[in-house]
């Protein structure tokens, strides 16, 4: 199996879970300002929307978007520790993370604030949203460690996205309990290989 990842992107949610749960895979590293990879390869080829993560399967299928993929992941394990079994109480807890992440985080944060075109009102309200965001997960975290109770892989896929406040010098003062949970999550050790394998850790 292969993951096609950039450093630092919503791909690492992904490359998190892989490394949580063991599973064996090949690391693809893809320039997302060219969509070139090392050897030259033209990205679009392999992922017609220019998008990382995707996943590749021995027999050549191909597939993306972070929340299907992080469900795939998490089932591969026997004990589904990191979601749930189908229909279990601590699944649809997960799968309800998952869809937040990716729809009031991930979605919001990008393409708007990743790219220089992006209107200086589009950046001041897409913000505005996401302190909103922050607000309330700050509430839930001063409850609970985890987003779903339980570390699960919408904690992996959560701390990518929040992830980029580092990237974008977005100050997360005001939050205390959402930057305990990003320092307790990233502390994990399958996140701090994860990191060190993207070279985003020395
Ligand atoms: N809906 C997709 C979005 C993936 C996505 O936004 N990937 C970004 C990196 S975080 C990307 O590859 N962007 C490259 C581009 O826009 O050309 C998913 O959830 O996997």
Redesign the pocket.
Known sequence: MKLYY?PG???LAVHIALRELGQPFDGVA?D?AT?RLKDGGDFYAI?P?????VLEFDDGARH??????LQFVADRDPAQALIGPVGSPRRLPVTEALAFV?TEL??VF??WL?HKETADSTRAAVRARLAERFAELDRLLAGQDFIAGAYSVADAYAFA?LNWVNFLAIPITAYPALQAYLARVAARPAVQAALRAEGLLK
Not at 49 to 53: A, E, K, M, N, W
């Open positions: 950039s992107a919503c791909s893809v997302l969509h992922s929307r220019g998008y990382v993560p993306t978007e972070v929340a299907a993929l990716a991930h979605k990008s393409p990743w996205i």
